[in-house]
């Protein structure tokens, strides 16, 4: 079989694939519904992710759908027929109603015969229980076969979304496995578990090798999936995957904050016929999170206000991104020799130092997080209320601050700020620019997302404490 320019092996077969649906595509405007009373806590303090009038596009790709159908969109868990074992499982973890992405997500996800899905909504609006609920609910649990594979960029984001799995999985008898670096026990022959959540270079290895059978793999997700399909990221490693599975029968769902418009054919591609949930570019960034700047003199300068701010980076928790992992250990090496308690991550480091780093900042053993895009996306610690972006993220990883043509990468800012301000929560987002490009830089995000970018004082710390409070 001929692979085509995007190197995909079946776009014909898959239009007469199980999964595929009528061509022709109904668009609609949904304006958000009013929120319904609840009398959980839970639920009740974050009554905003309900009540904020965005609207969201979703486009079916079956036109027959009829939006009216109750099952269009779900107010309550129950209404969605989850089994009582995964009902079980989110009242456990406090969830008592959908969210505004769940209740459009899911009854699109969990409908038969099972259609692909493309959903984008804001960081921190729990996307991640719509495909893993999928995930769960689609999985035979009396056969001992994996039967769902999911990919994150990272190998923090894919360790959290399997606890996400095993924390609504609980009362089910699923079982997992992960496909990360120097994770499996050496000459591990073959995995059977149920679902399997890894990044993609250990996931291509684990289908290669056939340490993993595929043959009843029913749903495919990637989280994070413009970064997964970026050419200039992990996107070829993401279509080996692809091309290691079942070219039919597989449900295949995407879910990011973003998906610029560079990826979005590739994604209508890569799931072809999908429903879709968009959102434009202006809608985001999430209100609860305030966006300031700091006016600094000169890159040592920009260390003086980050030590200043210390006090302030311990109320809570703090993530301090910076542009390249030699930074971010130069500085965390300054600041703890100074005597600030600070921890660095980066890929360079090994996965179990990477692993005991992460999990000591979930717990909250460590208040500061010093680090690169390695986390910016997906990580989900509510006690963060500070993000610092010590550099701005730039477009190329490998880019020169310093050079000419170096642009913002908007879609980086806004997952990195999107660590703060989870479920409806309040967050504070602070920018360091110390020259020219850098003010430049900002003001080109400050335009893109249509939002002010508010100057505090480098040496008024009340004021940095009026703005925190
Ligand atoms: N229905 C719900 N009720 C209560 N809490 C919820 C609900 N859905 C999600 N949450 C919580 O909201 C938080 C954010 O969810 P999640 O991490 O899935 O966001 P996300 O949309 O994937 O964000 P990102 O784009 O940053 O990856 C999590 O702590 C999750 O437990």
Redesign the pocket.
Known sequence: MEKDADGFYTPKLEASAPLAQDESKDTKEVEQPEPVPSSSC??SR?TKLLNDSLHIQVTLADQQADPNSPLFSAKTFEELGLHQDLLKGLYD???????K??ERALPLLLANPPQNMIGQ?????????AFVLTMLSRVDFSKNKTQALCLAPSRELARQIMS?VVAMGKFTPVQTEYAIKDNLPKGTSRITAHIVVGTPGTMTDLLRRKVIDTSEVKVFVL??ADNMLDQDGLGDQTLRVKNLIPRTGVQIIL???TFPNHVRNFASKFAPNANKIELQREELSVEGIRQFYMDCRNEEHKYDILVSLYQLLTIGQSIIFCQHRHTADRISQRMSAEGHKVASLHGAKDAAERDAIIDNFREGRDKVLITTNVIA??I?I?QVNMVVNYDLPLMNERGNQHSNDARPDVETYI?RI??TG??GRKGISINFVHDRQTWSQMEEIEKTLNRKIIRIQTDDLEEMEEVRA
Do not use: C
């Open positions: 839970a639920y974050n973890l406090g969830f008592s109603k959908p969210s992405i769940q909504s804001q960081s921190g609006t729990g996307k991640t229980a996400v989280d994070e879910f990011s904050a996306r997906g989900d509510m997952h999107g660590r989870r479920f």
